[in-house]
């Protein structure tokens, strides 16, 4: 997990960086700490046209239908300079309030793709739901796929292209999963105490305590 | 008076006269016998011109219409067409002396001539023409030009012969015609032919070129009508065997017919033991087959409907982000020449070298 800022390994339960002290009230700062109000697919850029949109749309419903705890948030727009999309990113998935989303679809299980085609760069940020599951090499993968596309200008293109190789993503990472839910959540588990450590190789060398079950009757 | 109307008068009395005097002429006084000028002529032999200058009937004349003429009842069978088809005086054998190039071993040349019926031209101009037909056809013709009257030796049969001669290389027809005689040409097919082209219808292409060739005169006209014609059946021959892929020629045709027999052979062996083995399964292996595709099929539509669902855990907040925790790749695609394997390691902007 890294700082957003200065792109330096943090502690998985860090309130602000280490390094550079960054944490969302700094992007506050920047970009307002008010709540932002918008749709999935925010094109404030300009860079769809009508059709390019639909497909988009449907490649993001897409994902929707076959994961339904999570969504597909995309915003194009400009920002500046390429390091501060990453921050960007951050902050809108905090900040943001998606009016076409249900309620019951927190932004934890956000997957946010921003566009600045001026600075010509993207990023994708995603919540807490996926934490355990994405990390930075998937996402800079699935934008891997769409950078021919967006070199050439072909944003619709690209971003369909991103979200279809997220999907594949997203599919490997829930068989995962549901074989070997530990693997994921040994990762957002806060660390282990050295007594801890201790007592988890001890019990791996005995036979685990069987715990009588409710239907056996127990001896007097 | 003026000169035209003296030319228009002087015409018309002219006409006039003209038309006077032939009138007068238009039936001209015959000479006549003076008294005893007849007899003294007569006394004095013959006389030039007496039959037709008497009004005596003519003696033969007077005969024929006296007694009819008497009709030859005579008891001759009429002759049969191959006594009409054979030439009055039959030559005879092929002289033994002309055997080896007839008889003797494959001839090196398409037309068949060594005792020189066709003059120089004609061979030349028909051997050009078979030359032809071989580049531009899978079987060769070869032709043996023989005269009409004369007979094969007893010793020799066409069909031994074409066996002998023509059961290697590359497919042949072999006609021998009888110059002057088409009727009594003979075709037969090299052995690699036999099987694929029916006598039937080796028959029809001899018969169609011997009608084209009895519609000329001229015994070499004939041949060359003959000829053309029995190229245009073998064409359909290749058509009719589905052969219109060009031969290699000579040995090299036999090698490669060797070969691909015996690869076809191996194949065929290869396959008939398989092919024995599965057909009774055949059923049985079209209904698995058909169930695997459908199970395929299902399944396919059941994954692209089937839901995936993520544990949810409980994930401590960081940086002070209540829903994200700002974890993410940004790639830049301000350039071709800055591609996503160079920017996978994200160092921060301080670490990168200028």
Sequence with gaps: MKCPRCVQRIHRAA????????????????YGSEEVRLRCLTDSAGILRRGERERVESAMERISQRFPQVFVAIYTGSLG?????????FWLLNRSAFEDLPPDKPNEAGILISIDPESKAAGMVFGYLLDPFLDESDTFDCLSRAHAYWLEGRYADGIVRALAHLENVLVKKSRH???????????????AMMGDLVRRIRDGHRAPARLPQPDEEVAP | MKPGRILAVWLFALGIATAARSASFSEPVLPSWADGEREAMEEGGWIAGSILLTDDPIPEETAAEESPPETAELDIAEPTAEEIAEPEEPDGEIPESFWPEYFGQRPESFLVDPQDLLSS??????????NYHAGDSNIDLFVYLIKGGQEFPGEVREEELVERCFSTGRPAAVVFYFLGAPQRSMISLSPSLTDAVS???????????????????????????FLVQMSIRIYWMERMMGSERAEPSGEAYQVARRTEEGESHGLRDKIQ??????????PVGLVVLSAMICGWVANFVLR??????FPDFDVEQRLGGEHAAGIGAVISFASASLPPASQ???????????
């Design chain 2, 199 to 225: 006598s039937v219808e080796q028959r029809r292409a001899l018969d169609s070129s011997v009608m084209q060739a009895l519609e000329k005169t001229d015994p070499v006209d004939q041949f060359e009508a």
């Design chain 1, 81 to 89: 300079e390429v390091s501060n999309l990453r921050q960007f990113g």
């Design chain 2, 304 to 309: 692209r409907r089937v839901r995936y669902r």
């Design chain 2, 121 to 130: 031209v004609d061979f030349r101009d028909r051997l050009a023409f078979l």
């Design chain 2, 344 to 354: 996978r390691d994200q160092v921060p902007d301080y670490l990168r070298r200028m």
């Design chain 2, 273 to 282: 033991p398989v092919l024995a083995t599965v057909k009774p399964h055949l």
């Design chain 1, 15 to 30: 309130s602000s960086c280490p390094h550079c002290g960054f944490s969302l009230g700094d992007a506050d700062g920047r």
């Design chain 1, 177 to 191: 999963a549901r074989r070997d839910p530990e693997h994921f959540q040994r990762k957002v588990l806060p660390p």
